[in-house]
């Protein structure tokens, strides 16, 4: 996984910017800009897809932030509307920084191999005029997850 914003808002320059701007960001929702939260929204914003409680834990627990922080902290920033909390089909929740420049409530497709669970962030992938019609006639839609097998598990891997 490399470390880009999935989701496409600003991107800081430096590991300094970026902690400055969650820190104003958790405020300006108001939440307590602690080192944990602030800790938690700039790793999920450098993370090239979502990342899983257990992921990030594992990502700052050498900043000390335990399992239990890092899982409330996913939940008050979701709450909070910086991160967008999506379950795949594979019963793991997975978290995501929101891009300001979205609409609320509006995300994008993401493409989950169905060997090794890895999940593939597909941000420009738009759907048809048609298929939107289509889906309008039938409801509202909230998720789009495209399964299969990721170049690494495909039948061109073996």
Not at 48 to 62: I, K, N, S, V
Not at 64 to 80: E, H, S, Y
Request: hydrophobic share 40%.
């Amino acid at each position: 996984m490399n470390d880009a914003n999935a989701a496409g808002g600003r991107q800081p320059a430096s590991p300094s910017e970026a902690r400055s701007a969650a820190r104003e960001d958790i405020r300006a929702r108001g939440l307590r800009a602690t080192p944990a939260r602030i800790a938690a929204l700039v790793e999920i914003r450098r993370a090239a897809a979502p990342l899983t409680h257990a992921e990030l834990a594992e990502r700052l627990a050498a900043s000390g932030v335990d399992k239990a922080t890092a899982f409330r902290n996913l939940n008050d920033l979701a709450g909070a509307g910086l991160l967008r909390r999506s379950e795949l089909g594979d019963h793991l929740w997975r978290f995501e920084a929101t891009d300001p420049q979205q609409e609320e409530g509006e995300g994008h497709p993401h493409f989950l191999c169905v060997d090794c669970g890895s999940v593939t962030c597909l941000g420009d992938v738009q759907l048809t005029a048609g298929s939107r019609r289509r889906s309008a006639a039938v409801g509202t839609i909230t998720e789009i997850l495209l399964r299969g097998y990721c170049h690494d598990c495909g039948p061109a891997a073996g």
